[in-house]
């Protein structure tokens, strides 16, 4: 993929911790109920810890009770790309950052009580908070 943000691999380790890229780069994961911003009720912007691109609003932020912050949608249709992650042995969607092609988690469509029915489930290590 082509992406506005291209930085080389030691430019990504030398940016962020080691657990950042395990997340952002190696598609990881963080454990359920373990993120700072799972319980943020603030007003304000969510935005890729790789580059700084905005992905969501706190709008759209709901509680899903399923251990990560949710989203029920992104702030345009380009902010995010969506993938197909067929890893574990069952068919996941995968949410990147459209700009650097971080990876963020990943979306549901199990949501029926947003406007959308999507549960777009981030790692808060893959996300930065700017109140607003």
Known sequence: MNYSVNKNDDE???????????????AGTEL?????LLNEERTG????????AEL????????SH?????????KAGDAVELLDDDSLGHHRV????????CHLGHVFEDAPQTPTGD??????????????
Do not use: M
């Open 12 to 26: 990504w380790r030398e940016q962020l911790s080691d657990f950042e890229y395990h997340v952002l780069r190696e």
């Open 32 to 36: 359920p109920f373990t993120g700072e």
């Open 45 to 52: 912007v969510y935005s890729c810890k790789g580059c700084g």
């Open 56 to 63: 969501f609003r706190s709008t759209t932020k709901f509680d």
């Open 66 to 74: 399923c251990g990560w912050p949710s989203f029920y949608e992104p």
């Open 94 to 101: 995968e949410v990147r950052c459209a700009a650097c092609g």
């Open 119 to 132: 549960r777009y489930c981030i790692n808060s290590v893959s996300i930065s908070f700017t109140e607003q």
